[in-house]
């Protein structure tokens, strides 16, 4: 466990950087997810570094499952997805083992949305991954996110799948996978090991 000292909060997360990582992961939801837990474990074997981390506070996060309202607030998500950028960015270069690795993002739901205009506002961010989110919501942050960025989505919610081509189209370099026979959760049997490798190899390819 680390945690990330900001300007307004102090945030948790779960850091694993395999011996010769090719670069660091971090992932903008919580850390008790359990597929963030599987898909990270799927990049460590790939040899990627991993951060899992929370957005919210614990405070924040009991208002937000009463409320559900911090979930789409895209301008506090955001913002500490950048300060935990740059926060991180920092213990990264003062450990000569881990000076100048690359920075990847992923996310899921409003997460994604958070991740992709993070990007767009810092450069050290080398690629993006969308699990299932909605990227539509980052609006006006889309064209000018630089970065590949590779959105997952299963074929079983077509609403879903259709934001996400439309959020495709406004990118600068970007790819739809689309998982047979999965609905957004990507609970089917395959379905989340189908994502962890589409997003091993995506970062692999781009970091």
Not at 1 to 16: Q, V
Not at 18 to 38: C, M, T
Not at 60 to 71: K, W
Not at 132 to 161: C, F, N, T, Y
Request: glycine content about 14%; aromatic content about 4%.
């Amino acid at each position: 466990m680390i945690t990330l000292r900001l300007g307004d909060a102090e945030l948790p997360g779960d850091l694993a950087i395999p011996d010769g990582a090719g670069g660091v992961v971090l992932f903008a939801h919580g850390s008790g997810d359990p597929r963030d837990r599987a898909v990270a474990g799927g990049l460590n074997a790939a040899g990627m570094g991993t951060l899992l981390l929370d957005l919210l506070t614990d405070r924040e996060d009991q208002f937000d499952r009463l409320t559900a309202a911090l979930r789409f607030d895209l301008e506090l998500l955001t913002l500490r997805l950048i300060g935990a950028i740059d926060r991180f960015t920092e213990g990264l270069e003062s450990a000569p083992h881990t000076a100048g690795l690359p920075i990847g993002l992923l996310g899921a739901g409003t997460g994604a949305a958070a991740a992709l205009a993070a990007s767009a506002a810092r450069p050290r961010v080398g690629a993006v991954v969308s699990r299932g989110g909605r990227p539509d919501l980052a609006g006006p942050s889309l064209p000018r996110v630089r970065v590949p960025v590779l959105l997952i989505a299963g074929d079983r919610g077509a609403e879903l799948r259709r934001l996400n081509e439309r959020a495709a189209r406004k990118l600068d370099t970007s790819e739809v996978h689309v998982v047979s026979g999965a609905g957004h959760r990507f609970e089917e049997p395959g379905a989340l090991e189908e994502v962890t490798t589409q997003a091993a190899d995506w970062f692999n390819r781009h970091l």
